[in-house]
């Protein structure tokens, strides 16, 4: 097993424009829009994101986490606390060998 020393952030939703990073891809890279069709679900699914991601914390405070973090010498960062849950079913999942399933449990 091999440790980083550069440490591990895990974020939930921050108030970013991730979800339209496509608006940067390259023109020989875009996606054919006549194969991307959008079904109800993904559109339903999509929309949620973004209402999360607008709702969720800013980069500054996600920046204020990581600058804690180098200070304090942590290498994991939780800038949500309730995610360490998943990580804890997630690890459990690994140790047991069960294959992943539904994070929620």
């Known amino acids: 097993m091999m440790i980083s020393d550069e440490g591990c952030l895990t974020p939930e939703f921050v108030k970013t424009q991730i ?3 496509a608006r940067n891809r390259p023109a020989e890279l875009q996606n054919d829009p006549t ?3 959008k079904d109800l ?3 339903r699914q999509e929309q949620l994101i973004r209402e999360k991601t607008e709702a969720g914390m800013s980069p500054n405070q996600v920046a204020d986490y990581v600058f804690d ?3 304090n010498k942590k290498f994991y960062i939780f800038t949500h606390p309730e995610l360490k849950n998943v990580v ?3 690890m459990e999942d690994i ?3 069960r ?3 539904n994070l929620v449990r």
């Open 95 to 97: 140790l047991l060998e």
């Open 35 to 37: 194969i991307d069709k």
């Open 19 to 21: 979800i339209d990073a």
């Open 99 to 101: 294959n992943p399933g």
């Open 88 to 90: 804890r079913i997630r």
């Open 69 to 71: 973090a180098i200070v």
């Open 41 to 43: 679900e993904f559109e």
